[in-house]
């Protein structure tokens, strides 16, 4: 690893993607953090490589974001718009800057990367979607080249707790793991009051992504709730690449003339609506990374969650009952009972939106992030 204590300029932060399209998780996350920076005036610069329309660059660059956009070129199957990327980047390094990764990094140009970046004096960083055993290493050459790259990066970040002991035991890395909750924006300023009784809406608000998100089983899991509770709703907000199969799924379930399909939404204008309609949320998924955005968001406006324990969301509810409750994803019954015992604790006002919101301004506000973010850096003393 490099590093140089020689410099006297401020560093600068090169904020990094080798891929970025549309308006996830990621993208988010780079809006918040990007913002987060711009604030407190330190000097940073975005480069990414797109793989399709990205709305935010557009907001961000209004703000004065200086914003690289590496685009698609003949070839692209041989990594070129990312070696072009690595190349952009590298070119305007100085001793002691510093690249972020804001998502795993491609195995196939990461040592080249690292390399380009040490020589130049700086240091690289890379924070992690999911944790190493959902997105191990490839076979080979690349495989090997990939994990002697997470070895000489300078500070490995996970998003979540439970994936700290894995970047050891999959990319044989034997430093810090440090753990970065991901930065995400203030949109309420107070927890949201639920809704009147009945009927009993549930609320689903994210990615429509069937095998991930779990939506199969919450579907089914609706309709056995409907079975004890009929003056039940179930309203999913989001789009994703399962849109149409959705609407089949709904279209086929015992309880299709409860459920709402929503459709779409922009985070910005209309999530106090989807709060306000819903008493509870789930977000039952198969598998996920850090403490989902829409789960700090839910936090954040106070609304209680049936939750699988993966991921980081465990992070989020563990030892928190008053904020949401883990369940076993694999078991619509366990669901539904859950769902069922949510809304009875409602009925008895047992469930406070201020102690929800409470959960969120204790660890997971975008400023904990940011200090987090910084000490991984070893940044915390360098004024901005």
């Not at 003056?231 to 989001?238: C, E, K, T």
Request: charged share 20%.
């Amino acid at each position: 690893m490099t590093s140089n204590t020689d410099h006297t300029d401020t560093p600068t932060i090169w904020l990094f993607s080798d891929i970025l399209a549309g308006l996830g998780g990621i993208e988010t996350y780079l809006d918040a953090l990007a913002r987060k920076l711009h604030a407190e005036g330190r000097p940073f610069q975005i480069a990414v490589s797109l793989n399709g329309p990205t709305p935010i660059l557009d907001d961000l660059e209004a703000l004065g974001i200086p914003v690289h956009r590496q685009p698609r070129v003949p070839g692209d199957r041989f990594y070129i718009r990312q070696r072009l990327l690595v190349r952009h980047v590298a070119n305007r390094l100085k001793p002691g800057d510093w690249v972020y990764c804001i998502r795993q990094p491609m195995p196939e140009i990461y040592l080249s990367l690292v390399r380009a970046v040490h020589a130049r004096g700086a240091k690289i960083a890379a924070s992690w979607i999911f944790s190493p055993r959902y997105i191990p290493p490839p076979a080979g050459r690349v495989g090997n080249a990939f994990c002697r790259a997470v070895r000489q990066t300078d500070a490995v970040i996970s998003v979540s707790e439970c994936g700290k002991g894995e970047f050891a035991q999959v990319y044989g890395h034997s430093g810090k793991v440090n753990v970065v909750r991901y930065h995400n924006r203030p949109l309420f300023d107070d927890a949201v009051p639920m809704p009147p009784l009945p009927p009993f809406q549930v609320g689903y608000a994210g990615r429509i992504d069937i095998h991930q998100k779990n939506l199969d089983t919450l579907i089914e899991a609706f309709a056995l709730l409907c079975d004890k509770r009929p003056d039940s709703v179930l309203n999913l907000h989001g789009g994703g690449p399962d849109e149409d199969r959705l609407q089949t799924m709904v279209a086929a379930s015992p309880a299709a003339d409860k459920i709402r399909i929503h459709g779409r939404y922009d985070l910005a204008q209309d999530m106090a609506g989807i709060v306000e309609r819903s008493h509870v949320f789930t977000y039952a998924s198969r598998f996920e990374g850090g403490p989902c955005f829409s789960l700090l968001e839910l936090m954040q406006a106070g609304r209680y969650v049936v939750a699988s324990p993966v991921g980081g969301i465990p992070d989020l509810y563990d030892g928190h009952p008053e904020a949401g409750a883990l369940v076993n994803f694999q078991s619509p019954a366990a669901i539904a009972e859950a769902l069922e015992e949510a809304a009875c604790r409602i009925e008895e006002g047992a469930i406070d939106v201020h102690r929800i919101r409470q959960r969120y301004l204790a660890e997971f506000t975008g400023d904990h992030a940011h200090a987090q973010f910084l000490e991984a850096l070893g940044l915390e003393d360098v004024a901005g």
